[in-house]
């Protein structure tokens, strides 16, 4: 139980602080493609190091994890377009919303039951969410990119059916072997579409692009170690244990306040998605 609790705390913890480091590289001229570039080479350099696993698997079970990567990639993307537009800490608040709908989806898969507790958690993270964006103030919702917001969202989305997948993924196969998989997939993605239309990636971006990445592969395993420990749902709640510090240090290091409503919401969201226990079917 201890070294459970131990990966859940790594992969909460390197999942964290790419955010601000990303927040912190577009103050130069690094456009959000030529982030995702370098978060997956740096990722597919460092993961098998990290994993000390790899071996071939069958052609079906290549698409299968190969669908599964490229859902990690299209969040990915998502959610460093969304940080080009959005603060931090609007971003890392959306995100936590995840759980409720992980939950969702498992319910509907016939995986999980939804109590009245779920149903007031998410009630409560939904209205964090409008505060917390600012959705009743017209000046400050005219200040940002629509766009971003659709991003963060359509990122949410993705991530959930990404989690989902992964479920069951990680019960056929290590999660070492799936992360090196992943981001070698990503990276070949990444070099052969991507890499090619952009502009030459600025030099004062490379070391954010280095921890960015390194924080991308030790998230992963350490994400999908839990995942097969205690299940893509209760992962995702376990998520909001940093939120509160995360939030915080996002406002000071990158001088981003929040409002009082902003507060608000988020204090909203953090009481309500861990009421979003749920019962296995």
């Known amino acids: 139980m201890q070294a459970t609790s131990w990966i859940v705390i790594l992969a909460l913890l390197s999942a964290s602080i790419e955010p601000i480091l990303v927040k912190l590289g577009y103050r130069g001229t690094v456009t959000p493609l030529q982030l995702l570039v370098m978060k997956n080479i740096v990722a597919a350099v460092v993961i098998l190091p990290m994993t000390r696993q790899f071996r071939l698997v069958k052609y079906s079970d290549v698409f299968r994890i190969g669908s599964v990567s490229v859902l990690l990639l ?52 939904f209205t964090g969410i409008l505060l917390t964006i600012n959705i009743f103030n017209a000046e400050a919702m005219g200040s940002h990119s629509i766009l971003g917001y659709v991003a963060i969202f359509s990122a949410v989305i993705s991530s959930t059916i990404y989690r989902v997948r992964m479920e069951s993924l990680t019960a056929d196969f ?22 090619p239309f952009q502009e030459p990636i600025p030099r004062e971006s490379l070391p954010i692009g280095l921890w960015i990445g390194l924080a991308a592969a030790a998230a992963n395993v350490a994400f999908l170690w839990a995942i097969k420990l205690v299940g893509s749902t209760n992962m995702s709640i376990f998520n909001l244990v940093q939120r509160p510090l995360v939030i915080i240090v996002a406002a000071i290091v990158l001088t981003d306040p929040l409002t009082w409503l902003q507060w608000l919401g988020v204090i909203l969201v953090l009481a309500g998605i861990p009421l979003a226990r749920v019962k296995k079917c």
Request: aromatic share 18%.
């Open 74 to 125: 299209c969040t990915n993307g998502l959610t460093l377009y969304a940080l080009r537009y959005l603060s931090a800490v609007e971003v890392i608040t959306i995100v936590t919303t995840t759980p409720a709908v992980v939950a969702m989806s498992n319910w509907a898969m016939g995986r999980h039951a939804l109590t009245w507790r779920f149903w007031l958690g998410f009630f409560l993270c």
């Open 174 to 195: 290590e999660p070492p072997l799936i992360s090196t998989w992943i981001f070698w997939i990503n990276a070949l993605v990444a070099i052969l579409f991507i890499w």
